[in-house]
Nanobody
Framework: EVQLVESGGGLVQAGGSLRLSCAAS????????IGWFRQVPGKEREGVSC????????YYPDSVKGRFTISADNAKNTVYLQMTSLKPEDTAVYYC?????????????????????WGQGTQVTVSS
């Protein structure tokens, strides 16, 4: 059974930090890129970061560049999203997803790929 399990969400004041974790099991880590997305009800889902273990590449859109950092612990099959200088507009449910590594590409600020698996999400709330 393939599972992606997010953790680390919570309530934080503007300017604070949180670290999200995405623990992957049941899949071959090198075959996938792990992306982080966020969702606000009534808004389009937004990709905020991506990491491909196969080549170590990372991606960030302008909305989070310089504030969010994605990293991985290969031994634990876990991807982290370190979020700093958080803003109220960062409030959302954050999801991790596994996309086939050879399907992933970027165009403008958008992330594209064939996503096979999604986690259940973790709530991040940033107070003003």
């Amino acid at each position: 059974e393939v599972q992606l399990v997010e953790s680390g969400g919570g309530l934080v004041q503007a300017g604070g930090s949180l670290r999200l974790s995405c623990a992957a099991s049941g899949l071959t880590f090198d075959d996938y890129a792990i992306g982080w997305f966020r969702q606000v009800p009534g808004k389009e889902r937004e990709g905020v970061s991506c990491f491909a273990n196969r080549d170590g590449s990372t991606y960030y859109p302008d909305s989070v560049k310089g504030r969010f950092t994605i990293s991985a612990d290969n031994a634990k099959n876990t991807v982290y999203l370190q979020m700093t200088s958080l803003k109220p507009e960062d409030t959302a449910v954050y999801y991790c997803a596994a996309a086939r590594w050879d399907s992933v590409y970027y165009s403008g600020t958008s992330m594209f790929g064939i996503i096979d698996y999604w986690g259940q999400g973790t709530q991040v709330t940033v107070s003003s």
